[in-house]
């Protein structure tokens, strides 16, 4: 039986090829024949490039159908799927394509002088360019491909993507997820959130990462149904296409949003089953009004990118404000104390999970892998949480210093190590504040040196001298300038402090 994950998908896909799949904000429909058929053609593409099942395809471009189509057409191809965040600048791609080293690149035709540059530094053979209306040398190349494939035969622990998350040593770390990784998520979730024939997803997420990529997506294509497939979040979009639509899938902020808006209430949501959240957290207030406004409770899951998703609120049964409720069928979860012994109720702890779903490792750091599974085989995810007396998880805290800034993840060091490279900079300690929009904002407290290039740094200095360096996302809201930061016996920065004395101080 052929283990590739597009066999899967595409054994679900509707029997009638005019079936709609995505509905784009122009009115303009992709059938799944549509998909089928131009996936077809870029598998035929990646092969006549002469990349061998297994090479990797990086792809920095915007949202369109095109990306999607190429997504799909990489693992049909049994390549491994590089996804990256358009906003990523040169030393990131500089690091991702001399890591991966991918057999082809895609870019955005205004990188493409930079993506020339560092593909030819990698070793990079192939450079196409795909632009924000779905355009480019991609879909020039494939045109002429037969619209006919045979999908690559894998197998479960085969490689179907990697994904970067940023790493707290500054080295971002490639998650390897395999066919059967993303598979089983596949199927845990379209199963355990009730999806049906007739359902209709508003999909406003990304999709370089987990949550826009392989939960929305393939739940959808799992289901053979269409979704609203909108190139970002505009919350009086989401308004005129609610009524039309059953589930949505977003970040806190999406829902933050919408309640901003005066007329967003139970009309909107009339045709709606289900909204889902995910990628930080969600605040118990935002949770109560959300249910209050609307009728609806928001379902609130818990995961990452070592492994889809770990727990969820139940579809059935009360979803509890404040939690992420329970392990997912086929997911084991524990949380252990120092010792590695289980915590009792209400006790926090690591959370450590097992599954199909839970990552092959991490891409050329094998010590790494090692070091983060227990030698019982548990991922370590290095999240904090606790059980309540009825077993639903809570997420407490994050024991690596991870931001999450609107449903985005960054890891501070990579921050304050360009940071502590300025002239005037004694030293840095980038953390999370609340903030109402993007549930936290990335925040840099910065010693400055006792001498004329300390006097002269500013909040707007800072940020400018590194705003083109870094994805905007990562690029620190708030910068306060101070002569020492607090430190524990051991000389360990308390960041802890830090979010305790700048937390409440009113800026927006």
Not at 305 to 318: H, I, L, Q, R, V
Not at 324 to 341: C, K, N, S, Y
Not at 395 to 412: A, E, H
């Amino acid at each position: 039986m052929n283990m590739n994950l597009y066999a899967l998908l595409a054994a679900h896909f509707p029997a009638a090829p005019a079936a709609p799949c995505m509905i784009l904000p122009d009115g303009r429909v992709w059938t799944y024949g549509d998909v089928e058929r131009a996936s077809a053609r870029m598998a035929n593409l990646i092969a006549a490039l002469g990349l061998q099942p297994g090479d990797r395809v990086a792809a920095q471009v915007e949202k369109t159908p095109e990306s999607l189509v190429l997504y799909l057409a990489a693992i049909r191809a049994g390549m491994v799927f590089l996804p990256l965040n358009p906003a990523y600048q040169r030393h990131e791609l500089e690091y991702f394509l001399g890591d991966a080293k991918p057999g082809l690149f895609v870019c955005r035709p205004q990188i493409r002088a930079l993506a020339d540059e560092l593909a030819a530094k990698a070793g990079v053979a192939n450079v196409l360019e795909l632009d924000d209306a779905g355009r480019g040398s991609l879909i020039e190349a494939a045109t002429p491909h037969a619209d006919a494939f045979a999908t690559v035969p894998r197998e479960k622990g085969d490689l179907a993507a990697i994904l970067y998350t940023s790493g707290t040593t500054g080295r971002s770390k490639g998650a390897m997820l395999s066919h059967g990784n993303l598979a089983h998520n596949a199927r845990t979730l379209h199963e355990y959130w009730h999806f049906q024939p007739g359902d209709m997803l508003l999909h406003m997420l990304p999709i370089f990462h987990v949550h826009g990529l392989f939960v929305a997506c393939h739940c959808v294509l799992l289901n053979g149904s269409a979704m609203f497939f909108e190139p970002k979040f505009d919350a009086a979009r989401a308004m005129q296409l609610l009524p039309e639509s059953t589930v949505m899938m977003g970040v806190p902020t999406f829902y933050v949003r919408l309640l901003h808006e005066p007329s967003f209430g139970r009309d909107v949501c009339r045709n709606m089953r289900l909204f889902v959240s995910g990628s930080a957290p969600l605040l118990k207030e935002t949770f109560d009004e959300f249910k209050a406004r609307t009728g609806h409770t928001i379902l609130e899951r818990y995961g990452m990118t070592e492994g889809g998703m770990f727990t969820s609120n139940p579809y059935e049964g009360e979803r509890r404000g404040g939690t992420v409720g329970f392990p997912l069928p086929g997911t084991a979860l524990r949380i252990v104390g120092a010792g590695g012994t289980a915590v009792k109720t209400g006790e926090v702890g690591s959370i450590q999970v097992k599954g199909e779903n839970v990552f092959v490792g991490y891409w050329g750091m094998p010590e790494k892998t090692r070091e983060e599974f227990t030698a019982d085989g548990f991922f370590t995810t290095g999240d904090m949480g606790s059980w309540d007396a009825d077993f639903y998880v809570t997420i407490s805290g994050r024991s690596k210093d991870l931001v999450i800034t609107g449903g985005l993840n960054v890891y501070p060091k990579e921050i304050e190590e360009l940071i502590d490279a300025m002239p005037g900079v004694v030293e840095s300690a980038v953390i999370g504040l609340p903030h109402p929009d993007f549930g936290e904002a990335v925040t840099a407290v910065v010693v400055r040196q006792k001498n004329a290039a300390g006097a002269a740094l500013t909040e707007s200095g800072i940020i400018a001298a590194i705003k083109d360096r870094l994805a905007n996302f990562k690029v620190p809201k708030w910068v306060y300038l101070v002569d020492e930061l607090p430190r524990n016996a051991m000389g360990k920065v308390q960041k802890n402090i830090l979010r305790q004395e700048y937390s409440p101080l009113p800026r927006r």
